[in-house]
């Protein structure tokens, strides 16, 4: 079939992406073809406990079988980290982090105003008020950001169990196919963005970087 006819009639230009062609795309993990596997052969399997208490097990992958099975291996590692509750644990993490962000800045900006009234201040016991008011805004804004960076430690470590969960479900040649995904998706320095633009620095685990490993895997 030519490429013409594979185009769907009525498309326009302007209703696509345009991809990039310094972009290298994803390099997905593609197991090799067994011919044949043995009938008798006992899958491994991984025990789990589930956010609500019940145990579940989940194949371990061996690197054995074909795509479409590995595909469906993968399928069943996400309802399984997703049963236990490590993403939930991880989004209620990030929603701290967020609402410790707005309080913080609020804090600031209190501390701000106050200092502007304590400056246009002329009444000794006016300016007695806002000092303490702004000295009590000085220890809030500390207590703040004592707490953000416990949140985001919190976070942090909410995400590398998950990565680190998403290993367990994988086993001897299996596993080094993710371990090198995972490496070039959250340690490459420097690594090209999806522009085509060379940034500087890790990307870290986090939840797109984990999404996006996931993809490159299947």
Partial sequence: MSLIQQ???????????????????????????????????????IKIELSNGVESRVDLWEGIGASEQFLCHMMSVREGIEGMGLFS?????EAKVSELKKQLKKAKDSKDATAKE???????????????????????????????????????AAMAIIFSTTSNFFRGDGKTPWDKIVS???????WTNLRGVEQSGVRGKTLDRHGRTVSSSC
């Fill in 184 to 190: 070039k998706q959250t340690e490459r320095d420097p």
């Fill in 118 to 156: 304590l400056e246009a201040s002329v009444c000794e016991a006016d300016k007695a008020c806002f000092r303490d008011a702004l000295n009590d805004s000085v220890d809030a804004i500390k207590k703040l950001k004592t707490e953000l960076a416990a949140a985001k430690e919190e976070c942090t």
């Fill in 7 to 45: 185009i769907p009639k009525g498309l326009k230009p302007q209703e696509v992406e345009r991809g990039n062609g310094r972009v290298n795309p994803p390099i997905p993990y593609v197991p090799e073809k067994i011919d044949k596997i043995d009938p008798d052969r006992k899958v491994p399997t």
């Fill in 89 to 93: 644990r991880h989004e209620e993490a």
